[in-house]
Structure formats: C-alpha cells, structure tokens
C-alpha cells in the first residue's frame, strides 16, 4: 500500500449563503451575497501510520476539510486522494477505506453498545455473528466492562459513548480514521482515555489518523505533525517541536503552541474552540 494515506493538493471549497440567511447578512455586513470560503487552496500528504493533527479555532476550515476528505462535500477545486484514490472520481473506493468520529456521535441511546454497533455491522454488510465476537473484543480492549456493553448507552458516560463510536468506526477496519474534535466537552479523564485509545489505534493496529482539534496540549501529545489552519488556510506545518521553534521563549518560559498560533494568527484559543 502507498506510504502516503491522505494527499491533499490545492483543495478548496466555498459555501454561498442562502436566500433565507439574506435579511439578516444585509444587516450585519451589508453584503447578502458574499460567499464565505472554507477551506482556502491547501496542500499536505499524510504519511501511513501517521497522527496527522488539524488545528485551529471554530471557523477555521477544520470540518470542512474533514468532510471533504470523507466524501461528504466535494472539493470545488484542487483534488484529494486517499491511497491513490481521488474522493470525487472514486468515492466508493475511498469510503471503504476510511471512518469517521464526530464531536457529537450519533447513537441509538436506548440501545446498547451492543446493539448500536451490530446495527452499524449490517449497514456495511458484515455478519452478524462475526461481528458480536469483534463487538466484545473491541470494547474489552478499550476497558469498558461486559455488563457495560449490554446496558443502555444513555447510561454511560461521554468519555465511554466516545469510545464506543471509535470502537463502532473500528469495526470496518479503516485503513484511515477521521476524528473530528472527537474529545471536545470531555472530562479531564475521559479525555485522556480516548487519547490513549488514538494512540494504540496507530500503534497497534497501524491506522492513519487525522485529527481535527482545538486543543493545544491535546495536539502536542498525540500528533506526528501539526497543521495549523486559520480562515480555511494553513499557515504552518510542523512537528509540534518544530512549530514550537518557529517562536522564541518569552518571559523566561519555554513556547507553547498556543504562543505559536498567537504568532501566527493574532487570535487566541479559548476553551471549547469559542473565539
């Protein structure tokens, strides 16, 4: 398989505004029809087995640029392509290759873990009792207890339902995952769970990650490379030891990436991504 996962090359999208959003543009900015430009002429290849990190503030591109690469919106110029596969010419070879966690994973929440992920097996047309044996292992290895997989999942925890859709993208076995903000709104511990699960994703399993965050330490700690997005471009990309050095120590501390994303941007990170 290609060393390079994910290539993105001059991609760009714009979103027009619509009719029934007009009254109350013309009030704000006086233009009702100014489109509003997402993801802004990037390019970046992410390496096989890589952590790939996306980082910026609301606004910035950061789902957009998720949602093209899953083939959910299509790129109105440049191309991606995933494993060789471009998104807009073969989308059901690249949707096979891939998964995706949102911020705000969608469940049946009366439903168990159990029932909610054999429901997400036969929409992909995998066997149903295969996969009850997979279910179990997967979510044993990401320490939720068996009594646990067979209660309601509106009974757990945020952390633990997180998990759950990791543990449900897993079970098609992507060669690459897209998590999208996926700790956001999460407790501190919660928090650190499902990043010990990312990492044993790429260490064990060997899958390509790409993670769209705002948070800073959270990048740091899990990502290969970092790329920092603002108004839909990328205004760096580094190693976070390398973005780090971009910026020189102030007041006797050493550089943070937020010093960096300030430098860079003039914008600051607050918490839950809001400006």
């Known amino acids: 398989m290609d060393k390079i996962a994910i290539q993105v090359h001059e991609a760009y999208k714009v979103f027009h505004k619509q009719r029934r959003w007009l009254p109350r543009l013309r009030k704000r900015n006086g233009d009702e029809r100014k489109p509003v430009v997402a993801v802004d002429r990037i390019s970046f290849d992410v390496q096989r087995k890589e952590i790939f990190g996306v980082l910026g503030p609301n606004g910035s591109g950061k789902s957009t640029l998720v949602r093209l690469i899953a083939t959910l919106l299509l790129p109105d110029g440049g191309s991606v392509t995933l494993f060789g596969h471009d998104v807009e010419r073969e989308p059901m070879a690249v949707q096979r290759l891939i998964n995706r966690v949102s911020v705000e994973a969608s469940f049946f929440k009366k439903l168990s873990p159990m029932e909610n992920l054999l429901y997400g097996a036969r929409l992909y047309g995998l066997d149903a009792s295969s996969a009850r044996r997979e279910i179990v292992a997967i979510l044993s290895r990401f320490d939720i207890k068996k009594r646990d997989i067979y209660q309601p999942l509106e009974e757990m925890s945020r952390g633990m339902q997180q998990k759950v859709a990791i543990a449900r993208a897993l079970l098609t076995r992507p060669a690459v995952l897209l998590l999208d ?5 999460l407790d501190p ?12 994703l790429r260490d064990q399993q060997g899958t390509t990650i790409l993670l769209t965050t705002h948070d800073m330490v959270e990048a740091e700690a899990l990502c290969d490379r970092v790329a920092i997005m603002d108004a839909g471009k990328v205004v760096a990309l580094d190693t976070p030891a390398g973005l780090r050095a971009m910026v020189p120590p102030a007041n006797g501390r050493p550089t943070t990436l937020e ?6 941007t003039g914008k600051k990170l607050v918490e839950n991504g809001k400006e």
């Open 189 to 200: 511990r919660s928090k650190r769970e499902v990043q010990a699960v990312v990492k044993e």
């Open 259 to 264: 010093d960096v994303f300030l430098a860079l």
């Open 181 to 185: 903000e996926p700790t956001t709104g």
